[in-house]
């Protein structure tokens, strides 16, 4: 006859105790044990940063040589990118903070990323819209074209707001030119605006108007001298129409408030930092970008730039200029996965051992029932 053990009806505390013991040591062993993961993309990210540090340093080595000082207070890092307070061709206020932490190469692995995840390729065309109000970030959008071997249609406006490119002998126009004559990012705007309120740089002085037609007669470019807001975007949508890339573009991409490039400061919120791969919901404000989303066309919405870098892991108003490859843009901490599977298949062998198979029973309760019988702790065999 076949003989039937009995089977405890309740775990006891002693199995459960050992169970969570080695769950414990397993998650901490997981939790302490990451790997380093690199991201998509990773030696173009990397290509393009080291690209964006030399642009950086070739702006900053013309800017001492025109004897254009560099406030230690307001640029810590020495990069010759933060301008400012006021100047003739500020158009607008400014948040320091955010210029700060867009002096930082790693930016264009950021574009990077977002032109790669718009599905952008080789030899496509992008539209752009810069102002002189971020000249790192443009920088590291050049960059990041430049990588990706794509044909960038350039429309600039001069004006910048607080602490951008707004020295009148150097904007972000005569930083382009300075790149783009050094082969270093060899490319130009197609045209330029004043920028400012209506893009007509209302509000600013004779003298800072003057400085903007100066500077865009200098650097050889066509002026657009729009009447009001909509003939801005009229003309601005017809330089992109009247390129023969222009029916290839695969993402418009913007940096900063420029009034007719995001449609003032209601159409400029509309958009989601960062990358936009439709239209937002609702009546939008037109404008260049607009515009563009309406056809389908991705938009990379280059603004709110602490909350970009803090989403792609780049620090916050660095002191000195960070270092090419820092950022969780290039690596992660990710869990282990053999790791994690065998600590899972642990756990699993020992509460089939010690549940399944009256493993802890046997032996968390045979030491007990011998000291309290003096006998063997085996289930005892019922009829």
Known sequence: MKSLYWRPQRVSLRVMLVVTFVAFCGFAAVETFRVSERQPYYRLKMAAARTALKAFRTVKDARVQRQLPIDPETDPAGSGLIGDLISPITTNTGHLPAKLTSVNPNFAAVVVEMLRQARVRE??????????????????????????????????????????????????????????????????????????????????????????????????????????????????????????????????????????????????????????????????????????????????????????????????????????GEGTIYVRQSYSSWLTAAVLAVIVALLAALLRFDLGHRVLMAGRRERDTGQSAAPEPMV
């Open 123 to 324: 030899g496509d065309a992008v539209a752009i819209g810069f102002s002189g109000s971020f000249p790192a970030i443009n920088i590291c959008v050049l960059a990041a074209v430049d990588t990706l071997r794509l044909r960038p249609l350039i429309i600039t406006s001069v004006g910048a707001s607080q602490w951008g490119a707004n020295h009148p002998e150097l904007t972000w126009l005569d930083m382009e030119q300075l790149l783009s004559e050094s082969g270093l990012l060899p490319y130009r705007s197609l045209a330029a605006s004043p920028g400012g309120i209506d893009d007509r740089a209302m509000g600013l002085s004779k003298r800072g108007r003057r400085a903007i037609t100066t500077a865009v007669e200098r650097t050889g470019l066509p002026l657009i001298e729009p009447e009001d807001y909509a003939d801005s975007l009229a003309k601005r949508m017809a330089l992109y129409r009247e390129q023969p890339e222009e029916a290839d573009v695969r993402a418009y991409i913007n940096v900063g408030g420029g009034s007719t490039s995001v449609g003032t400061r209601v159409g400029k919120q509309l958009f989601k930092p960062g990358l936009n791969r439709s239209a937002p919901p609702g009546k939008m404000v037109d404008s260049v970008m607009a515009r563009f989303a309406e056809r389908g066309v991705p938009v990379i919405h280059v603004i709110k730039i602490d909350e970009l870098a803090e989403r792609y892991g780049l620090p916050l108003q660095p002191q000195a200029m960070p270092p090419v």
